[in-house]
């Protein structure tokens, strides 16, 4: 019997699809974003999907589902926004998100789970309940899973790039069991080398912007994190090795975004062609278009070959040049960036919608807001290796 798991704030299923890799079997998940559940039922059918705020989930939605003793794992990734410093003025809204870490224990009381695993942006960690306040969000947190009768726990800021993953994105993570004595750890970093970018998108051809041509073939490069990226045997997902290319399609560019990109080279972004041009030079590129009249420190940064990528966001088709050729990055690429597997499906959402609109998400913020696959498959190792112990013991 494979050890079971809920999956809250779902989104599109970076955790599950670890998770399935490791050998664990999601049996409910959880998401209110209709794009993200569209994504996830085409690549995990077998997993219950409960389309919902988590806040108006009941148990009658849950245990039919269940082993009747309850699961073993509830993983909690409740929304970042709140907590995260990439925007000037995130930190400083204060409204019910913050909070929506208690829904994850709800549900892991309502499931009987033996463990709960919570994750977030580590700037969680410097959160305050309100402005100008002392108590911290993440106390509160630990505090009511001591409350919960999860009193045992740890907690880690992990590295995915440790993980085998082509990215330098820090997490925080909070494991927490309600077997007092059972010795927590956090899963120990499975990749001393970096993978870089070029080893990332191994195997995608260039796709031309404004030709509505997509790249579907394979070309002859390779690597061990592209061969990686294909092997349905690895992922479990019961795809065959993939043959085909999915959404490596290009994307419609203007003429004087296309003269921008050019200008930029590996690992300068906009900010650097701001310090670059000056006076009347810089007038004649913001009148022709090829610079906007404000700069954005975090936008069109030409991603370097040799090293990992930095952290992918919901922005990312915005954020990111590609290293070589004058073009945002494709989905396909984007998700290479977060290590999802090359046969899953992003069914959900339009390619783009407006930022504005909570409901929706398009395929690049879906990808941009997962937890790395990789990332999960090995925090899913070690909860496989921490419930062994506990049901066989040797602790």
Known sequence: MAFTHIDCFSGPGGICTGFHAAGLKTLVAI??????????????????????????????????????????IV???????????????????????????????????????????????????????EKGAKELIVDVLKRELVAAGYGNYIEVVLSAINYGVPQRRKRFFILAAKDKDLKLSAPPPTHKKEITVAEAFAGLPNVIPNTNVPADEYSSESSSFSKQMRDS????????????????????????????????????????LFERFEGKELEELQARRVLPKKMFIKRNYRLKTNEASPTVTSHCLDEFVHPIY??????????????????????????????????????????????????????????????????????
């Open 326 to 395: 004058d073009r945002a990055l494709t989905v396909r690429e984007c998700a290479r960036l977060q290590s999802f597997p090359d046969c899953y499906d992003f069914a959900g959402g339009p390619y783009i919608v407006p930022h504005i609109e909570r409901t929706v998400q398009d395929k690049y913020e879906q990808i941009g807001d997962a937890v790395p696959p990789l990332l999960a498959y090995a925090w899913g190792k070690k909860i496989i290796e921490l419930l062994e112990v506990q049901e066989y013991g040797d602790r």
């Open 233 to 272: 045997k690895f992922w479990r997902l019961g795809a065959e090795t993939c043959k085909t290319i999915s959404y490596q399609m290009p994307m419609k560019h203007r003429n004087c975004t296309l003269e921008r990109f050019s200008l930029l080279k590996q690992g300068e972004s906009l900010k650097n």
């Open 75 to 129: 993983s909690s990734g409740m929304p970042c926004e709140t907590f995260s410093t990439a925007g000037n003025t995130s930190r400083s809204f204060y409204d019910d998100r913050q909070f929506l870490f208690r829904e994850g224990i709800r549900i892991a009381q309502i499931a009987n789970a033996k463990m709960i695993l919570f994750e977030n942006v580590p700037a969680i960690t410097t959160k305050t309940v």
């Open 31 to 72: 998401e209110y974003i209709k794009s993200c559940v569209e994504t996830y039922s085409a690549n995990h059918p077998e997993v219950h999907i409960i389309y919902s705020d988590i806040r108006n989930v009941t148990a009658e939605q849950i245990l039919p589902y269940i082993p009747a003793d309850g699961v073993d």
